[in-house]
């Protein structure tokens, strides 16, 4: 009922708002046809014969100018947001009107009582009586007049003086909560340039100093189509000036076209570190997914449960979601009935580890599609807890493949890492290792199986950004294992989607590596995220350096030297062409890793196994740095 009582207030507001300016309008009417014969009879009482013919002619004068302004759409916008297209609008609804007045009063009366004259200067009246109160009451909430130049607001310095921010700078000069102060922009044609009054003040080196002269209390960055590097210099800038900034969307963001005030953010992680637009296949992805049934193992992690919502909109015909997280698996079913009311979804508590729960799956609901994305990840956890990194990394990967297989899915896709490659931990050597039990499936079998491996995701659950973000939050200190190390990094939409782009190209047996971009320095990114928070590093928090921890690598790899990259059909997504499989070899590990794990085996045995079938796994001696190349010196930035 308050909802219903606030839309009926408001649209009642709105009708009486029209009424009030239909009404102004109809009397600068009679205001325009009187002046009309003052003016005809310089200013003075006309004849009665004109009085006569100027009142007998109003009613017809009123009706035909009012039904012409109503026709033409003046009534449909407001005077706040009066434009040029009001102000014709207005000179052709006089000039019709004119003319339509003088062929109704000559039809009526051979234009008895009406000089000519008067029909020429009645649309001159008309237009200045109509299009000067809207001039007036524009340019008083547009600011030229307004009270937040005595009063004041938040004062705002724009970063970009381009498109994007004069559509902003027009906001904000409707919006009494904020008083635009001038503009930041490097481009030296528009320095001190005015855009709607306000000044271009200097470049992005000024700010600074601009910030401090000019009393500047937010910072807004109005250049959705900045680079990284722009960026990650423009926030360093605002740092440098303590003041806090804001920003507009990314381009590749911007699905509305509006640029307002509405859309002003925090500059987050993804603004720094975001890639370039993924552009994606979605015929092939469509043909792959349309109507078929899919299932995600480990669905309710950050990289399942992308999967789930990408695989939804792409017209799955029915998803199923195994997941051992109780709350997650809860947490995504709301989330997917709310977005697709209409998509059979079944939501499955269990474990890949569990055979007869996954053969009960796959006997029930016969999956055509499955993404394997359950995994334990996290590198030392899984150094100290081997058994579960194989039970869980290898057996619940080679337990749902023979599943596939039993019951002829079409296509299975491994989720791999990048931490698989010349593996220094146990978590990395269990994912080559499931690498493996998927390569050697595919050669005997009709389902195809595809390994996609990538680095790490922006904002993953147990991910270094969370880490950071909660460090900050408490104050510090910020703690990162080496001032050299570097990870890969893309967001989730983006790997998900190139997933699924790689599952469209595959046809069996493939490994595919997604383009990472340059690698980012930890410490960089520690840095920018204290920033981003509005604090300085190393000075209001800090940066401590631990140490690698076991199993760490300082640079992480996407292949192995042995493997060859060839393109594919997609810029993104690289082949990792390897020698074959040694089939015998893999199978003797897995029997090997599977009767260890049975009997509790301890993890040096566990090890062992692993390093027969991965012959690159290196684990290095307590405190020797595990390096993937040689070691970079720390730069800021981008490796």
Known sequence: MVAGHTWHGACFRVKASRS???????????????????????????????????????????????????????YRGLWRFASLRDLWNIVRSAGMGALF????????????????????????????????????????????????????????????????GETLLRDMLRDAQYLPVGFV???????????????????????????????ADLVVIAIPSASNAQMQRIVEICGRAACPFRTLPRLQDIVSGRLGLQEIRQVSIDDLLGRSV???????????????????????????????????????????????????????????????????????LGDVCDEAAVEAVFSRCRPQVIFHAAAYKHVPIVELQVREGVRNNVLGT?????????????????????????????????????????????????????????????????????LFQEQIRSGGPVTVTHPEATRYFMTIPEAAQLILQAAALGRGGEIFVLEMGQPVNIAYLAEQMIRLSGHLPNEDIRIVFTGLRPGEKLHEELFNEDEA?????????????????????????????????????????LLAHLRRAVPEFNTPEPGELATSGKVMPFKRGFS
């Open 398 to 466: 080679r337990t749902v493949a023979l599943a596939a297989v039993r019951h002829n899915a079409d296509t299975m896709v491994l989720i791999s890492t990048d931490k698989a490659v010349r593996p220094s931990s146990a978590m990395g050597a269990t994912k080559r290792m499931a690498e493996l039990v998927c390569e050697l499936a595919n050669l005997t079998a009709e389902t195809h199986f595809i390994t996609v491996r990538f680095g790490n995701v922006l904002g993953s659950a147990g991910s270094v950004v969370p």
């Open 565 to 605: 990259l060839a393109p594919t059909a997609h810029g993104k997504v690289m082949q990792a062409v390897q020698a074959p499989v040694d089939v015998a070899a893999v199978q003797s590990v897995l029997r090997d890793l599977e009767a260890a794990c049975a009997r509790g085996a301890a993890n040096e045995e």
């Open 185 to 215: 922009d490097d481009r030296a044609d528009l320095l001190r340039r005015r855009i709607h009054g306000v000044p271009v003040l200097g470049n992005m080196d000024d700010l600074p100093d601009l910030v401090a002269r000019y009393r």
């Open 20 to 74: 009030i300016v239909i009404a102004h309008d109809l009397a600068m009417v009679v205001l325009a046809w009187g002046l009309a014969f003052l003016a005809r009879f310089n200013f003075e009482v006309p004849p009665d014969y004109a009085l006569r013919g100027a009142l007998h002619a109003l009613p017809a004068v009123v009706l035909m100018q009012g039904l012409l302004l109503w026709r033409v759409g003046l």
């Open 101 to 164: 007045i003088s062929l109704a009063l000559f039809i009526a009366s051979r234009l008895e009582g009406v000089p000519r004259a008067v029909l020429i200067l009645y649309p001159v009246f008309l237009i200045l009586l109509l299009g000067a109160p809207r001039l007036f009451y524009r340019v008083m909430k547009d600011g030229a007049l307004s009270l937040r130049h005595i009063t004041g607001g938040t004062r705002v310095l724009i970063v970009g003086a381009g498109n994007s």
């Open 278 to 348: 993924t552009r994606l296949d979605w015929a092939g992805l469509q043909d792959r997914l349309t109507g078929k049934t899919v299932l995600v193992t480990g669905g309710a992690g950050s990289i399942g449960s992308e999967l789930c919502r990408q695989a939804a909109r792409l017209g799955a015909g029915r998803l199923i979601v195994l997941e051992q997280n109780e709350h997650g698996l809860y947490q995504l079913e709301r989330e997917l009935r709310v977005a697709h009311p209409h998509l059979p979804c079944e939501f499955l």
